[in-house]
């Protein structure tokens, strides 16, 4: 991909010869059933047809697991030149995909009334992921026979409302604009992930959730706050069952991150913190911020991704050391959480922000706060 972007290869060719290799794979491939099918690369309108032989092979094969990742390099393409789901292949009664148990659409053009298709038509289906589909505008999961388990929604712009009455399931994820969001019944769920888009608010969801919270186990939420107080949370209920929680935040550095402790607090059993700084150019007046500690007796973990080095992300980290009396591990990352995992140049590491980042790190090391293994990565 780097040769391609560089201009020594051409996309148009490498795409046409990659087409070409997966239907000559396919061609070849003479078993009678697979268990998993999945597709990764960046869709354009001469790969359509392609693209609809390979998903007819994956349900005339009985695929258990379908995954269509179709993300854009570009994050504002187009949505217009995405690729349509074929309602047509799949509202047929020839069509049988009663063998799905996992349906994951990325940058694909997906209605409600088809995913409610699959969801009545897959008995076994218990994982629906939707990202990035411009055509999914309502949702309704109200059979009390469903399996379905795993439900997450991120980044559907023109998504409005999803009403959810499923006994199974366990966990749901939304990422988005502001939604009307109905829980009607979800006895089981363990696992929630919500996070708003820009400068959308989360807080809305607590709202429809707040018949669940005291049994989550594993919590989730991303939050962009560009403002001047910085990050803030309603008082929470008391999360007795929380033992992981994950929060990932955009803010400027005159702002504040020390609104999540109550959020931390509210959690008097909580294992493991996650957390992901994006940190913005915005800048704001420093405000001075003083918070009671109490002790955390229950927290061993913490992991900080994106670490900075400013004022408002030591803050934040100062206190984890100093109220979690019983921390054995702390990650320091100073990537960006957008690229970890990823290869990325080496000269970053040469860069001004990388070594004022690392020497904050290792100041707050050396300083001792807490017995727990401190990892700078």
Known sequence: MWEIKKGKKSLKFERKKFLQWVNDTLKSCRVSTIDEFRVCFE?????????????????????????????ATKPFKDASNSY??????????????????SLTLKYIRVTGELLEHFLSNCPSLERLHVDNSEDLVNLKIYDSSLKLKYLHIIRCLEFKSIEINAPNLESFGYVGNEIRLHV???PHLLDVRIGGMYSHPIYYAFGSLSSYLYQLESLTLDVHSYTYDGVEFPEFQTLTKLKHLKVTVGASEGSSLLGLIPLIEAAPFLHKFVFEFILSEMNFPKKARKVKKYPNEHLKEVEIVGFAGRAIDIQLVVYLLESAINLEKIIVNLCAPYVVGIPYPKNIRTTV????AKEAAMRLKEKQLTRAEFVIM
């Open 43 to 71: 869709f354009d309108d001469g790969s359509k047809s392609h693209v609809d032989g390979w998903i007819d092979f994956a349900i005339s094969k009985g695929a258990k697991t379908l995954e269509l990742d179709f993300t």
């Open 84 to 101: 349509r789901f074929p309602n047509e292949r799949f509202t047929s009664d020839k069509t049988c995909i009663k063998s799905l148990t």
């Open 184 to 186: 009607h019944s979800a």
């Open 353 to 356: 922000e990388y070594k004022g």
